[in-house]
């Protein structure tokens, strides 16, 4: 069965991958192009409650995470936060980090924290359209890959 906090980040119309214990979805509102919600399927809703299969299936999804998000976005930093203050399964907000600002579908979307801590308030907000768009481009990178 599917989390709500899965759900709650549009699952799955945002899902660009997963490996055994973990979702990796295009995060709607966009602080930096190319965020990502890591999501843990199993049910748990405290990080030292994840089970040792999945915290070493959490490598595999992070060097996917990294993989595509270096061929796609061309990052400089990334950041992994566990903000798990509304939606209380375990998760992280993956942001890639770069100076300037990426474009993508005709959208800029500037990093506007950078270089100090992201700036969650000014991201852009896809349309689920776009959200399901971007996921079926970040999918096929992600097999190409």
């Known amino acids: 069965m599917t989390n709500p906090t899965a759900l709650a980040f549009g699952y ?20 930096t192009f190319g965020s990502l919600v890591l999501v843990c399927k199993e049910a748990v809703q405290a990080f030292s409650e994840v089970s040792p299969a999945a915290f070493a299936d959490l ?24 903000l798990m ?33 992201p700036a969650l308030g000014a991201a852009v907000e896809l349309t689920p359209d776009a959200v399901e768009r971007l996921a079926r481009d970040f999918a096929q990178a992600w097999i190409q890959a």
């Open 59 to 82: 490598q595999i999804a992070v060097t996917g995470i990294e993989r595509l998000l270096k061929a796609r976005v061309g990052y400089e930093k990334i950041n992994y936060l566990m």
């Open 85 to 117: 203050m509304v939606d209380k399964d375990v998760h992280f907000h993956v942001l890639p980090r770069y100076d300037g600002a990426r474009e993508h579908e005709g959208q800029a979307f500037p990093d506007a924290g950078w270089p100090a801590a």
């Open 12 to 31: 799955p119309g945002s899902k660009i991958a997963e490996t055994d214990h973990w979702l990796i979805l295009v995060r709607p509102k966009q602080p």
